[in-house]
């Protein structure tokens, strides 16, 4: 079921908010920059995203097409979210669950989570070695 969540980042600077199913897969992704930074995120559409505060504390990343957007505070460097329009279910937010408040170690631990393999743009299957994600 949708709920409103908030997110921050570890600093505080950056807080959204996000109508985000819980009950549906988050995603591991093995490209060079989720394997990196050990983003984990959870799917909000368009309309339930919005940035409650630090909209100027944020920098913004971008690489290959350019299309998907890598958001993260510029004092403590979290990546609270990103944006993306070339994605297999079309324009999204990955919300960062690690940066979700008020889940519990338990709650985290329930999540569905779907591994991807982002690194050879094989985007509906998981990658052969998926462990450490």
Known sequence: MPTTHTATCHCGAV??????DLSQPTYRCNCSICRRTRF???????GGF???????DLTRYTFGTHKNHHY???HCGVRVFGHGTDTPMGEMYG???GCI???????????????VDG????WQQAPAHSGYL
């Open 50 to 56: 919005r940035i409650v505060r630090g909209q100027s």
């Open 72 to 74: 993260f505070c510029r």
């Open 95 to 97: 919300v960062n669950v």
């Open 40 to 46: 984990w995120p959870a799917v909000a559409l368009p």
């Open 101 to 115: 408040n008020g889940l519990t170690d338990e709650d985290l631990a329930r999540l569905a989570v779907v591994r």
């Open 15 to 20: 807080e959204v908010e996000a109508t985000l």
């Open 119 to 122: 690194l050879h743009d094989q």
